[in-house]
């Protein structure tokens, strides 16, 4: 539950005791609650009871279930695709796998080595230590980005954060300032990128290629899931899609899992937005006029070097 009160500016963790996960109500202009996973993904116990998890949202009244799954841990998509009626590929996730060699794109090595010639220190930290600077990156990530809904993290998200032993900050200084920083989540030989920032000296100086590095040399040995691009899919001029792909040695598919829990709300709820035939989008009536402005909580919140 730690973790999940870190999205407290999205809504209230709620714990699904057959998948041994919490997940996030939220509210629905005051007329109805659902439930999205927490972000960046969802993480299912692999021997979860699908079904029965989907009853027990049901019998709280949840009007629809949205999920992000990797499916790199957790129940199979065969699984998956027989409890859900929503199953979509939602983007490409970029991997590092310590089965194959780990070399960078020859751009990538030449910005790494760009990067440390301009004196950058980079350091693993605990996030506690450099909280408020941390914060400051981020807030300026979130400004520069127009960043809105999950991925709004606040001081107090941050506070929660820097208490798990799972995380590990990895920190590029230069001349004692923090200019970039990536922190990373670790369980079972497996690592996840979790949310990246940089400052303006940050994006000058390239020190994002030199931090990935460092990060994925730390994890040597570990199934690194870096995240996808910024965008709903394959998206063409990705740019942060290109950055993560410069670091790879594989690539996976996330998806998107959900359903609707309550038939008769959802379809009044759809009708009431107009667009009760859509089927582009899940959640139907939380769709916005711009795509993919509410599936905020499924996108990665770090950002290719400018």
């Known amino acids: 539950m730690a973790y999940a009160k870190t999205l407290a500016h999205v809504g209230s963790p709620f714990y699904v005791p057959a998948w041994r ?4 109500a939220r509210d629905w202009q005051a007329r109805a609650k659902d439930v999205i996973g927490c972000y960046p993904l969802a993480c299912l ?11 027990a949202l049901h019998k709280e009244a949840f009007v629809s279930v949205t999920l992000v799954v990797d499916g790199l841990l957790g129940p199979s998509l065969n699984l998956l695709r027989r409890a859900f009626s ?39 930290v605990p996030l506690s230590i450099i909280l408020d600077a941390w914060t400051d990156l981020y807030a300026g990530l979130v400004s520069r980005h127009h960043i809105t809904g999950v991925q709004r993290f606040t001081h107090e998200s941050f506070e929660v954060l820097a208490a798990f032993e799972a995380l590990t900050a990895v920190a590029a200084f230069m001349d004692g300032e923090l200019i970039a920083c990536h922190l990373w989540f670790e369980h079972k030989h497996h690592v996840w990128s979790h ?4 400052n303006e000296h940050g994006y000058s100086s390239g020190a994002a290629y030199a931090v990935y590095d460092y990060s994925i040399r730390h994890f040597s040995g570990h199934l690194i899931n870096l995240g996808g691009g910024a965008g709903i899919g394959e998206v063409a001029g990705d ?27 959802y379809e009044a709820l759809c009708a009431a937005r107009g667009n009760a035939t859509a089927h582009d989008y899940f959640p139907a009536y939380r769709a916005q006029s711009t795509p993919g402005a509410d599936v905020a909580f499924s996108q990665a919140s770090s950002t290719a070097p400018d």
């Open 239 to 265: 740019g942060l899609a290109r950055f993560k792909a410069g670091f790879s040695n594989r690539s996976h598919t996330a998806y998107m899992i959900g359903s609707v829990l309550d038939p008769t709300t």
């Open 21 to 24: 996960t919490y997940v996030i």
């Open 195 to 198: 949310l990246a920032a940089s």
């Open 45 to 55: 116990a692999a021997d979860s009871d699908l079904e029965e998890g989907l009853r």
């Open 86 to 124: 929503v199953v979509r590929p939602l983007k490409t996730h970029y991997l590092v796998d310590p089965a194959y060699e780990y070399r960078p794109s020859k751009h990538h090595r030449y910005e790494i080595r760009r990067a440390m010639l301009r004196g950058i220190e980079i350091r693993i």
